[in-house]
């Protein structure tokens, strides 16, 4: 019985240890999502309303604008939401492009942003975004139009209304398209 119980804890242990790793860049899609915040990890998890991941490319027609989003919502910090949007994207020349994330989360940005969102959706300042001083970047290091798959990095720092600061760094993403 005891040996059960430290094989037991042993699994409980390593499985907990692995949540708290950052994802490979596998250049296959193979590899998940992860950065750091602020120091902490934070991994998908949780589903909520459509998945807890997100990786497209999409077409605004009327602003004639292709863009790509990719993030993810974990069950961390009460519920956090990481997301980095890339704007006027030029799908012949994809790979080793690197777009400035320097605007605002708001409904009239054409630029290219990095946003946190935390906690409860009831609370004022826990919407954080890019702007033209705390900025970042994301670069796309792998694109396969045939197999569907990208990967890439992505960093930035986001301040909300108060002026609060969160830092995202070691942002990675190896993931399929179309959620």
Do not use: W
């Amino acid at each position: 019985m005891k040996k059960a119980l430290i094989l037991l804890l042993s699994i409980l242990i390593f499985s907990c240890e692995k949540d708290e790793e950052l994802t490979n860049i596998n250049g296959d899609g193979s590899g998940g999502m992860s950065c750091v915040m602020n120091g902490t990890i934070l991994n998908p998890s949780g589903g909520g309303i459509g998945g807890n991941k997100t990786c497209r490319i999409d077409y605004i027609p009327d602003e004639q604008i292709t863009f790509f989003a990719v993030g993810f919502t974990t069950d961390q910090f009460d519920f956090t939401s990481v997301r980095a949007i890339a704007y006027d994207i030029d799908l012949d020349n994809f790979v080793g492009q690197t777009f400035d994330l320097i605007g605002m989360d708001t409904a009239d940005n054409e630029e290219s942003y990095g946003r946190v969102t935390k906690g409860n959706f009831n609370v004022e300042g826990r919407n954080y975004s890019t702007n033209s001083v705390r900025n970042g970047t994301l670069t796309i290091l792998h694109y396969d139009d045939e197999e569907y798959t990208i990967s890439g990095t992505f960093e930035f720092e986001a301040e909300n209304e108060f002026g609060d600061i969160i830092t995202i760094t070691n942002g990675r993403f190896d993931s399929r398209l179309g959620y």
